[in-house]
């Protein structure tokens, strides 16, 4: 069983996530993708995530921004982000950027990353150095999963705003 059939039965079991929100990127959108961030190659564990639910992955998670559209621009957005801190892109400018979030950081794997499994998730964060994180990526996705019901409890007690 692939990890993100092991991420997403339980989810659409549990009817917290319906069948049809998991919607995959084309083969072309994924090289168009890699291209538009000038990558050539990308780890299998995170193409396997946009071939099977990443084009539009809010079903998952809500706090950043990370579809397929906005990813086409992320790695001109990581660069604004980074030099309007008067910070230099050159560190990121071979990486992949597969999250912003509200215009002060990004989520990215690292250019020597790129070729491995299931690399460590990076941060850059305005003001703060650049940090890994201590897990791999599906295990990051693995926490937001487990995170779900309580965010849909969340929203549900908190009601339409």
């Known amino acids: 069983m692939s990890f993100m059939s092991e991420l997403t039965e339980p989810l659409v079991r549990q009817g917290l996530v319906a069948p049809?929100?998991?919607v995959g990127c084309t083969v072309e959108e994924i090289e168009t993708l890699k291209e538009s961030q000038g990558v050539t190659t990308l780890p299998a564990r995170y193409r396997?995530?946009?071939e099977q639910g990443g084009r539009t992955?809010?079903?998952l998670a809500h706090l950043g921004e990370w579809h397929y559209e906005w990813l086409l621009e992320a790695k001109n957005i990581a660069r604004e982000i980074v030099e309007d801190h008067g910070d230099d892109f050159a560190p990121y400018a071979d990486a992949f950027i597969f999250q912003t979030h509200q215009g002060y950081m990004f989520l990215y794997f690292r250019?020597?990353?790129l070729s491995q499994l299931d690399p460590h998730v990076w941060t850059y964060t305005q003001g703060r150095p650049a940090k890994g994180s201590d897990q791999p990526?599906?295990?990051?996705?693995?926490d937001l999963a487990a995170y779900l019901p309580h965010a849909i409890r969340l929203r549900r007690d908190l009601g339409p705003r």
């Open 57 to 59: 992955p809010y079903w």
């Open 111 to 113: 250019a020597a990353d």
């Open 137 to 142: 990526f599906t295990q990051w996705l693995g």
């Open 20 to 22: 049809e929100d998991l």
């Open 48 to 50: 396997e995530f946009l």
